[in-house]
């Protein structure tokens, strides 16, 4: 069912059916199998390493970064980025045969999280390098030679990076234009294009870079292998294959270090290939699977990266906004006595709990390396990147003005420099970075329809009609009327000591309940929409948030109940309950609006918006379009810029 979503045809094309055991592959079906939840503990070995490692992170934070300086300075000192090498930060997960760590996932996260609540930008450069630079497509998908080159490297003194968006294209990775032609002598890779927003791009040695190659098909024991053609004579197609690029090369140019609303620290690259050479053995894994390896190494970003950094940044504001709201006074009161802030800090409570629930859920999952976390990993980082942007907004607004105003102006007057105004600005990035809310969404979606696309393709196909469709529909109902019959039926939850407790149990019971009434509405929408449901986010959006919830609520009962069990901490449930109260509205919501909704009229509103049917909104004002922000010198580089792409 490639066409179901339209523009994600190569990206469906890429994408690997989940082999492993998926948590929420279970729950869109109907049948969530909450043991997967249960992951082993940590072993001892990972204990007494984080253990080991923390007071070493934190006591090269504290005495020798300065956040506000790389702030104002948009730049982290080199002293810095060398004194986290030499800690081996930047090796966190790679392998100690190869020069690293060795940390499981789990260290992996805490250890970006402490780094974040003392600057998301320096862990945001750690990150990149170990989540998508070439250090993990090298250990996933490298070879031996490759990796025992490399690894030593980038683990102790080079920076690496990921170069896959350009200007034309986001999240839509498939149809990058950067070229890598094989040469007449078979030896090396001619690359010529261009990549954006390309982090650590600016101080990186080396690159994970995707670009498209010129193949023809080959038969190999039942499988279609790609073999580069030389100069690109009598190719087939172009195919996405990934490269570790030196960016010492000749013809690589930087062309602009870029600035952002926030995270002003980070470098991050505009830059160009012209006749770069890449040697042969330069190429990670098969020709044609790039894309295959970008969405797996995404995965990495998302599961773990960004949501320890986000709850890094939460963690950091959390202290100052209660001291604030004891402290502040209005109208002889302090904040604190306030209902409406009363009632803010106890969302913002159940919303940072929700999230570091839901991400040492997922981090465990995958340091369990027989599970498929690829829908799990989009759900952490839609969770955590969204509420934290909520939380920052809510603690900014508690702040007042002094939540609008600099650190260092604030710093001037003698008053406590805490930057909520910065980590608002910084937050937006996590929301956009390793793909986009708007996108994973219907990747989510996507993955909740999943069993309904495989096994109805045939009656999806608008192309089969008459008896075909009469007798592809029959065979359907043979399935589909004992499987209906079965999402009214109660599944019991297993027989495991941490599913025994009442609190863990009514809401686990919820989730198994609520997860049949979800599949049943998938199914309805599928059924009744077909295919408009290829341009239907509305309904692809409320199947992702339907299921997100779900699974906050699981999460967050089985790490209260965790707490409880393993250091008899009894706060959790308070914050587990109001978790619960919140997301059971939100999924009656969402799930009753699969069926019915009022999404038609606000977007024929857009769309005729859109037409420009509505001129009156721009009176009374200068009028400017996009395009008169665009001056001379702009114009003249666009203008070759779109000369050089038709060019490649």
Request: glycine share 8%; charged share 25%.
């Amino acid at each position: 069912m490639a066409t179901l979503f339209k523009g994600l045809e190569r990206i469906e094309e890429a994408r690997e059916q989940v082999t492993g055991h998926s948590f929420m592959t279970g729950l869109f079906v109907g049948k969530p199998n909450f043991s997967l939840l249960l992951t082993p503990e940590e072993s001892p070995e990972q204990k007494a390493a984080w253990e080991l490692y923390r007071p070493q992170l934190e006591t090269f934070l504290t005495t020798q970064v300065d956040p506000d300086e790389i702030e104002r300075t948009t730049k982290i000192p080199d002293s810095v980025l060398k004194g986290l090498f030499a800690l081996g930060a930047f090796g966190m997960k790679i392998p100690k045969e190869y020069g690293g760590l060795g940390f499981s996932y789990t260290n992996y996260g805490r250890a970006l999280m402490l780094m974040a609540s003392w600057s998301n930008i320096l862990a945001l450069t750690v990150a990149v390098p170990q989540s998508i630079g070439i250090a993990m497509p090298l250990l996933l998908f490298g070879n031996e030679e490759q990796k025992r080159k490399y690894l030593p490297i980038v683990a102790r003194e080079a920076i690496s990076a990921f170069a896959l968006t350009e200007s034309i294209t986001g999240s839509d990775a498939a149809n990058i234009g950067t070229e890598a032609v094989l040469d007449s002598s078979g030896t090396a890779f001619v690359v010529n294009g261009e990549k954006l927003w390309c982090t650590n791009g600016s101080i990186a040695r080396y690159i994970t870079l995707i670009a498209r190659v010129p193949a023809r098909r080959r038969q190999d024991g039942g499988q279609t292998l790609w073999v580069p053609v030389p100069d690109g004579k009598g190719a087939e197609d172009h195919v996405h294959t990934a490269f570790v690029l030196d960016m010492t090369q000749p013809g690589v140019r930087i062309r602009q270090r870029c600035q952002f609303e926030g995270c002003r620290g980070i470098e991050n690259a505009y830059m160009t290939f012209t006749d770069v050479r890449i040697p042969a053995a330069n190429v990670i894994g098969e020709i044609g699977r790039g894309l295959k390896y970008a969405l797996t190494i995404l995965n990495v970003g998302r599961a773990i990266s960004i949501p320890a950094i986000c709850l890094g940044m939460a963690k950091q504001a959390w202290q100052p906004t209660l001291d604030r709201a004891n402290q502040r006074l209005t109208f002889q009161k302090p904040l604190s006595e306030r209902q409406t802030q009363r009632m803010r800090l106890g969302r913002m409570a159940a919303n940072l709990y929700a999230m570091e629930a839901l991400a040492f859920s997922v981090w465990r999952l995958a340091d369990h390396h027989t599970y498929d976390v690829r829908i799990e990993a989009a759900i952490a980082k839609i969770c955590c990147s969204e509420r934290t942007i909520q939380f920052l907004k809510d603690a900014q607004t508690l702040f007042g003005g002094m939540g609008y105003e600099t650190a260092d102006s604030k710093r001037l007057r003698g008053e406590p420099a805490f930057g909520v105004e910065q980590l608002v600005r910084d937050a937006e990035m996590y929301r956009i970075g390793e793909g986009a809310t708007d996108i994973l969404r219907p990747f989510v979606a996507r993955e909740g329809l999943n069993m309904h696309l495989e096994r109805a393709k045939q009656y999806l196909d608008e192309r089969v009609t008459g008896l075909r469709r009469l007798t592809e529909l029959g065979r359907l109902a043979r399935f589909y009327l004992p499987w209906f019959w079965g999402q009214w039926m109660r599944n019991p939850l297993p027989a495991r000591p941490e599913f025994q407790s009442p609190h863990v149990r009514s809401k686990l019971a919820f989730v198994e309940r609520t997860s049949r009434r979800l599949a049943r509405a998938i199914f309805y929408a599928l059924l009744f929409h077909r295919h408009a449901l290829q341009d239907d986010q509305g309904r692809q959006n409320r199947i992702e948030i339907a299921g997100e919830d779900l699974l906050v609520i699981a999460a967050t009962a089985l790490y209260a109940e965790r707490q409880e069990r393993i250091d008899g901490n009894l706060e959790g449930w308070d914050l587990a309950d109001e978790v619960f109260r919140e997301a059971t509205q939100r999924i009656d919501h969402n799930i009753r609006g699969l069926i019915r909704n009022h999404d038609k009229p606000v977007t024929d509103v857009g769309k005729r918006a859109l037409s420009g049917t509505y001129p009156s909104l721009s009176h009374g004002i200068i009028p400017r379009g996009l395009q008169d922000y665009l001056g001379r010198r702009e114009s003249a580089i666009r203008t070759g810029k779109e000369s050089q792409r038709k060019a490649i």
